[in-house]
T-cell receptor
């Protein structure tokens, strides 16, 4: 059973460049979440998907950020025109949500650490 | 809006001792989940323990137990017989009980860095 994977694990970019991160959830999980964690803080919710539908976006997700989950499997998070304030760990999580109503926990990936210079 | 507060930024204890991490939260919801997550250095976040607000009995998982005080909105984590592998950042977290609904994002506290000393 493979867990949630994220790629790349580390990314260093110059201010103004675009970056894209990928998250592969656990295969049967239909919900996928993105969080951002800055140094010394807890993760903050960014957005989440149910299959391919993006159901909620945080106010933290400015118009420079876009997330997709085109086939309801993997997801990408793109940041355009990066700023130094975007430097953070970007965490992906997934879980299964079904008609039984039984909750399952969110499983987290290892994260992508972004450094904007 | 829900908030989660962890008042202890950092703690250190000797191996084999018992340690308690504090957490308070604020919500107007009556039904919700509370969690403690562990994030070891350079490793991914894992769930330590979960408490459902409608359950009065405190959750336990091996050496980990919670003291859930719903009226006081307090949710502390006790680690018994602490081990070197318990060294990590610990996050207290909240999630609404939305059934099959949409609002199931997790709200995290700022964390407590726990050092277990040999």
């Amino acid at each position: 059973d493979t867990g949630v994977s994220q790629d790349p694990r580390h990314k260093i970019t110059k201010r103004g460049q675009n970056v894209t991160f990928r998250c592969d959830p656990i295969s049967e999980h239909n919900r996928l979440y993105w969080y951002r964690q800055t140094l010394g803080q807890g993760p903050e919710f960014l957005t989440y998907f149910q299959n391919e539908a993006q159901l909620e976006k945080s106010r933290l997700l400015s118009d420079r950020f876009s997330a997709e989950r085109p086939k309801g499997s993997f997801s990408t998070l793109e940041i355009q025109r990066t700023e130094q304030g975007d430097s953070a760990m970007y965490l992906c999580a997934s879980r299964y949500s079904g008609t039984s109503g039984k909750r399952t926990e969110q499983y987290f990936g290892p994260g992508t650490r972004l450094t904007v210079t | 809006a829900q908030t989660v507060t962890q008042s202890q930024p950092e703690m250190s204890v000797q191996e084999a001792e018992t340690v308690t991490l504090s957490c308070t939260y604020d919500t107007s919801e009556s039904n919700y989940y509370l969690f403690w997550y562990k994030q070891p250095p350079s490793r991914q976040m894992i769930l330590v323990i979960r408490q459902e607000a409608y359950k009065q009995q405190n959750a336990t998982e091996n050496r980990f137990s919670v003291n859930f005080q719903k009226a006081a909105k307090s949710f502390s984590l006790k680690i018994s017989d602490s081990q070197l592998g318990d060294t990590a950042m610990y996050f207290c977290a909240f999630m609404k009980h939305a059934g099959l609904g949409r609002d199931d994002k997790i709200i995290f506290g700022k964390g407590t860095r726990l050092h277990i000393l040999p």
